[in-house]
């Protein structure tokens, strides 16, 4: 039961910690921090503990998908704030700091008011053994309750249907896309994974969908068998991305250009989009108008990011956690469109990622691979064989001082120039490794500039 007191701590705890204890708590709790573990019945048992409600005081919107959930959750916050409401994200993982997983009003909480709610986690749930995201995500549900918002947004950290975020009901279900990722807790194919997806789905609830070229049968079924309204991209949803506008129910929105990545970000826009005119009883929509620019501009570092640390005279430097095949071929056709510019390339993937499916759609459009080194964990793919498969594919690549990124990262820009491009992609953790300094301008830690409309 949280008291007032512990409620207190939640919003005042000090924030005068040292950095990522608030991560090594976590996994001291865990037990078995590397471990996954899908299922609801300890979460929900905890939750009872806790005397958290599956159905939050206010409204809650899931966001599900391979690819693209960073993206609209990040579009839905902006939207959200720059129409003046609090809005709380939950989003994983983190990059640098594990505070990073939880914005209210845009801003992370302090690892101080993290460690009060993991103590209170421990001290009254302590007795159910939780998992690295179950424990995450119950003390952010703690840091909610206490910072009352007017719209909880909750990403999904691994399919749906047995994920943690999931025994919190929803007021509107999202889902981006589904591929092929996480097969060996998913599934082996496309409709397996959308069925684990679609687990999200609640009776009556509305679901936005952003499949518009294959949606997954599986999907569709779930949707109807549940009896959720269905919005689908391409069919009630239609995006002009030239027009930059949004069709939907015979009404049209003027949207503003999303500021990364390629033609998927307009569909990830307009899927936010239409979640406000989904929930404009509760959060009224006249409120929520995009318009021809960003009062309140998204950040998202890490996806299709672009950054000039070596000036105007040096490559750029382009960022992307793109780990499937999707998300590949999406950051592919971003390279496509810098026909000349050479391209040199920061990567690893983790054991089970697809890692040729990966390197495939890039294979024409990088001219020089530098494999990085991961934190070695049970999901780590052995060194050998990453190298082995760079060797299989004739690609030309120098793994540098054992593949120690900061060394790899001054050996990838050396000999480029002005168009030309340095590209990190394949893993969080590729990502993780790079100076946050290097990041400044993007980097969480802060309250994002925001004029409520």
């Known amino acids: 039961m949280q008291s007032e007191a512990a409620r207190a701590r939640l919003v005042q705890a000090p924030g005068a910690v040292p950095a990522d204890r608030v991560n090594a708590r976590v996994m001291a709790l865990a037990g078995a921090p590397g471990h996954i573990e899908l299922g609801l019945a300890r979460m929900r048992a905890a939750m009872a503990e806790l005397e958290i409600a599956p159905r939050q005081p206010w409204p809650v919107i899931t966001v599900a998908g391979t690819n693209g959930k960073g993206s609209t959750v990040a579009y839905l916050e902006s939207l959200y704030r720059q129409a003046g409401y609090r809005v709380a994200a939950y989003t994983s993982p983190h990059l640098w700091r594990f505070v990073e997983r939880l914005r209210i009003d845009g801003t992370v909480l302090t690892e101080g008011q993290w460690l009060a709610a993991l103590e209170e986690v421990a001290q009254d749930a302590g007795h159910i053994p939780l998992t690295y995201f179950e424990l995450a995500t119950l003390a952010a549900l703690l840091l909610v309750r206490a910072a009352a918002p007017e719209l909880l947004i909750l990403e999904v950290g691994m399919g749906g249907r047995l994920d943690a975020v999931n025994a919190v009901h929803p007021d509107l279900s999202i889902i981006t896309t589904v591929d092929m990722d996480h097969q060996q807790w998913l599934g082996d194919s496309r409709e397996a994974i959308g069925r684990e997806k679609a687990g999200i789905l609640r009776r009556g609830v509305p679901l936005l969908y952003g499949d518009a070229d294959d949606p997954c049968t599986s999907v569709l079924t779930a949707a109807r068998a549940s009896g959720a309204p ?39 826009l307009a899927l936010a989009t239409a979640a406000t005119r989904l929930l404009r009883e509760r959060l009224p929509a006249a409120a929520v108008e995009p318009g021809a620019d960003w009062r309140c501009p998204p950040r998202l570092p890490g996806r299709c990011q ?58 024409g459009l990088v001219q020089h691979w530098f494999p990085v080194a991961l934190p070695e964990s049970a999901r780590t793919r052995p060194w050998p064989d990453l ?45 993780a490794q790079l100076p946050e300094e290097l990041l400044s301008g993007e980097a969480p830690g802060g309250t994002a500039a925001c004029q409520p409309g």
């Open 387 to 431: 190298l082995a498969a760079l060797d299989t594919r004739g690609l030309t690549w120098t793994a540098v001082e054992g593949g120690d990124c900061s060394a790899s990262l001054e050996a990838a820009c050396a000999g480029l120039g002005a168009g030309d491009l340095v590209l990190c992609f394949g893993s969080f953790q590729v990502l």
């Open 230 to 268: 269905i919005y689908l991209l391409g069919r009630e949803l239609v995006v002009d991305p030239v027009a930059g506008v949004l069709h939907m129910g015979g009404e049209c929105w003027h949207l503003p250009e999303p500021l990364w990545g390629g033609r998927e970000q307009w569909d990830n």
């Open 306 to 363: 672009r950054l000039r640390p070596w000036g105007s005279d040096g490559p750029t430097l382009l960022l992307d956690v793109a780990h499937n095949p999707q998300a590949v071929r999406q950051l592919a056709s971003v390279l496509r469109r810098h026909p000349g510019a050479r391209v040199h390339a920061l990567f690893n993937l983790l054991a089970d990622k697809d890692l040729d499916a990966c390197l495939a759609p890039l294979a």
